[in-house]
């Protein structure tokens, strides 16, 4: 008697990750939520319209005003929805560092209070936030929040000094937490089990003299990752994660301390997939700063797991001069940058 056997289809999750910075910073608290609520804003309506085309899975949003409740970002989220974006059921974000006061002079300019003597530049709390929206579930018990680690804590940190001194003082340094926005982990549930999404937003490492205050802090938010994959602040994912957010770098230009990026873009526990623009030629750039501005430059990235498998990966950045290539230009100064992954 013969005896068949059906093998049963191995289930897997295709699913679409982006990170994008959208600008969406407002000059003080509860202005970003009027003005979605107004709903008559050409930059919120390009955004829209992006997300529609695109449709990612789980975005990862930079530059969004951070409120206790996420108002703003839930209303953010329905404006998505009504305009044929994702549906995005599930929020998380966490208050950044950014306009968080210090009550010290933090930049070495004698003075105290300024957007720079935060944790984070920003002239108010919460100001230039990120965000995590998702179609699946959140497990927001599980996440970890690395925002308090403080710079010093950093094995090997490139902490600034002047005059043989620890710059800007003693006692900026005892306080200085590494990240500038949000160093998060963030477990998202998938239906074949959890992804680990590993994000953040590193200063840019300009704006400061000749002591690299903002070169060497945004050399180390990035080797801090590094760090956190050998275990360094506990028991690391092992497989099933991804790394992404706004580097603020480019790993081949600019101004900055590449080092740690480029050990990132080659450790043997990431991949790179190289996201592109459509059209001819390898142009990788995420955005375009103009003149008197540095110019194309890639600094949004999307590094997963090496045993992911990748599908597919691009930046939304349709040609200038037609009417998509208008909208980006409307909804950021930066492009979404997009992975495709299947996992079983």
């Known amino acids: ?92 974000a966490r208050a950044p560092n950014a306009g968080v006061a210090t009550g010290i002079d933090m930049d070495g300019d004698g003075r105290r209070g300024g957007p720079r003597d935060a944790q984070g530049f920003g002239a108010f709390a919460g100001q230039g936030g990120m965000a995590l929206l998702s179609r699946y579930p959140v497990e927001d018990a599980g996440a970890q929040d690395f925002s308090g680690f403080l710079w010093r804590d950093l094995p090997g940190a490139l902490l600034p000094r002047r005059d043989d001194a620890p710059f800007p003082s003693e006692a900026a340094q005892a306080v200085q937490r590494l990240p500038s926005r949000g160093h998060w982990v963030v477990p998202v549930l998938l239906p074949s089990g959890p992804l680990q999404v590993l994000t953040f937003h590193a200063t840019p490492p300009v ?62 526990r990431l991949q790179d997939p190289r996201p592109m623009r459509a059209g001819p030629g390898t142009q990788i750039e995420t955005v375009d700063w103009p003149a008197p501005g540095p110019g194309a430059r890639r600094v949004s990235y999307i590094l997963p797991a090496a045993d992911l498998t990748v599908t597919g990966a691009g930046v939304h950045w349709p040609p200038e001069g037609t009417p998509e290539g208008d909208l980006v230009a409307i909804a950021s100064r930066h492009r979404l940058v997009w992975v495709n992954l299947s996992l079983p």
Request: a negative charge; aromatic letters at 6%; one cysteine or more.
């Open 207 to 268: 704006f400061d003299g000749p002591e690299d205050l903002n070169g060497r802090r945004n050399h180390d938010e990035l080797r801090f990752w590094q760090l956190y994959l050998d275990g360094a602040f506990g028991p690391p994912p092992k497989a099933r994660f991804v790394l992404m957010g706004h580097a603020n770098l480019d790993a081949q230009r600019g101004e900055g301390r590449p080092e740690a990026l480029r050990a990132l873009l080659t450790d043997p």
């Open 1 to 92: 008697m013969a005896i068949l056997i059906c093998a049963l289809p191995v289930r897997a999750d295709t699913l679409r990750l982006a990170s994008w910075n959208v600008d969406l910073e407002r000059a003080g608290p509860g202005l970003l939520l009027r003005d979605l609520r107004r709903g008559a804003d050409a930059q919120m309506a390009a955004i829209v319209e992006v997300l529609a085309q695109t449709q990612p899975d789980i975005l990862i949003l930079q530059g969004v005003d951070y409120d206790l409740d996420l108002l703003a970002l839930s209303a953010l989220r329905d404006l998505i929805a009504e305009g044929g974006g994702p549906r995005y059921a599930h929020l998380f």
